[in-house]
């Protein structure tokens, strides 16, 4: 087939210096850009923009960030180009050098009528190079198994160790209707709030259980200030669902717009437990400023902690402390302030308003409530994308330094890791860690134990019941057992399945999985012991 990609780019390529290609073990990054339309059939030209979009939601995970489209956005702008404009292969690669990612995903589609048509091409941006073209096609209807098998194979390029068949990995992918996809890409692209609204609205009327449709149609409804209508729509994105962390943000922004500030305690504690990010602190500080003085203090400290070099977070605790009559400490956050904002007027005054007290110290009674004083300043920007990449990039010097550690150490770290994700529900990233556990150090329990549990999620049966049996012949612990439990249970093999559990509960009596699997096995004896209905 004829490649995809310009001369010049393979120039450009092909001119720098290349690397020997390695397993991929820590977290990477991936630039999905719009996929280019070559059919002339009209109505699809959206598609385009949903490749970003569905590869983002099937790929993300702890260990595999996909860059959300805010960020493309962003990069376009630095480079001066329209975000809606089709770029050449060579500004793409500029674009991709300064968001400083690991892969770029490129790619075209056709449909003839007949067939979708996609091809992709992942460009290795450490290495400077393209990997082989990935190809998907199926009927225009079946648009998403075919987007979600192209996910599978960019996976598959990414994590060769992965197991998970292309047709589980689809199968397992959320169910989503076309219709309401497509109105949620149009809602994605369209110009005006109005328009967004409608087609998220539309989205979320077709499909109404739908985290992406409910996220940003009340996004929209937030930034035009209809509080109530974005409550509503964001409270509905599931708290286990990945997406509930912004979700929250932007609910505990609109409640704390309504006043209903324990509401917004709740969806701001929601996202503090998940992730630690300054703009989440300072948003709890402000909204406990209301009720509690001495929390609402520790928030805007752990924001300063988090971001020292934020001077809304200073001014923050400075009003806190100005509240409560300690001047000394409140002067000396306002002085930090303007450091760092010369310009912040509002800190000036009150600075100016405390040192024109030649008395305030750190003694004086607490000021009036009736005595006016700044507002704390709520933070509305969210940023997982930075703090993610952060993440990543600290997971990748973790790795530099276990590779001159002993290999059972590094094996352990993988393990441990393994289990993280798993709990979390990331099935495919654990089963690398715990394949790269084993690479370390063959002769691991707990890295044959993991394993088993990873492909008994992935309805691998035989290779569990293989992991299992290597596990426990390396030394007797629940683990295994419990995987092997639940095989028999599978197989209606009951009397395999009790043994199994009773050697769990003699090794930890009080395991919850034991117990759970236990009264799992009691039901469905009770059950297939009731006698048949009368006919």
Known sequence: M??????????????????????????????????????QAPGIEWIGDSFPELLEERLNSPTLFVLPREDRIRAYDRVGIPAGLHSSRATLYR???????????????????????????????????????????????????????LAWDVLHALRPEISISRQAYVAAAPALHLDAFENYIRGVTAPTAQEQI??????????????????????AYYRGKQYEPAVSAL????????????????????????????????????????????????????????????????????????DPNDPDYHFNLAVEFYRTGDFANASHQLRETLALRSSDSAAKNLLDTITANPGA???????????????????????????????LNIDAVAEQRLAKTDPLTHAR???????????????????????????????????????????EAENNETGARSEAEEALRLRQFPEPLLVLASLDLRDNRAEAAAENIDKALRLEPSNAAALALKRALAAKLAQEAQPLPNR
């Open 2 to 39: 004829k490649s995809l990609w310009l001369s010049a780019v393979f120039v450009l390529l092909l001119s720098a210096a290349a690397f020997a290609q390695g397993p991929a073990t820590a977290g990477q990054t991936v630039l999905v850009v719009p996929f280019d339309n070559q059919s």
């Open 95 to 149: 674009i991709a050098e300064q968001l400083d990612v690991d892969y770029v995903v490129l790619g075209l589609y056709r449909f003839d009528g007949r067939t979708f048509t996609t091809t992709a091409q992942l460009l290795d941006m450490r290495r400077q190079r393209l990997l082989p073209e990935m190809n998907e096609s199926g009927p225009l209807l079946q648009l998403i198994d075919v987007q979600t098998a």
């Open 198 to 219: 409608q087609h998220f609205r539309e989205a979320v009327r077709l499909n109404p259980a739908y985290p992406e449709a409910l996220l940003q149609v009340g996004k």
């Open 235 to 306: 409270a509905r994105v599931p708290e286990g669902h990945p997406l509930a962390r912004e979700a929250n943000f932007y609910l505990g922004l609109a409640a704390y717009d309504q006043e209903d500030y324990p509401r917004a305690e709740d969806a701001f504690r929601l996202v503090a437990a998940r992730l630690p990010l300054a703009e989440v602190y300072n948003n709890l500080g402000v909204v406990n400023s209301h009720a509690d003085r001495k929390a609402a203090a520790e928030y805007f400290q752990k924001a300063i902690a988090a």
């Open 361 to 391: 110290s750190a003694q004086r009674p607490v000021v009036p409530a009736s005595q006016k004083t700044p507002l704390e300043r709520i933070r509305s920007n969210y940023d997982e994308s930075s703090f993610r990449q952060l993440a």
């Open 413 to 455: 770290f993988h393990n441990d890791r393994g289990h993280q994700l798993f709990a979390q529900g990331f099935i495919a990233q654990a089963e690398a860690e715990f394949r790269e556990a084993l690479a370390l150090n063959s002769s691991s329990p707990e890295g044959h134990a993991g394993l088993a549990s990873v492909l």
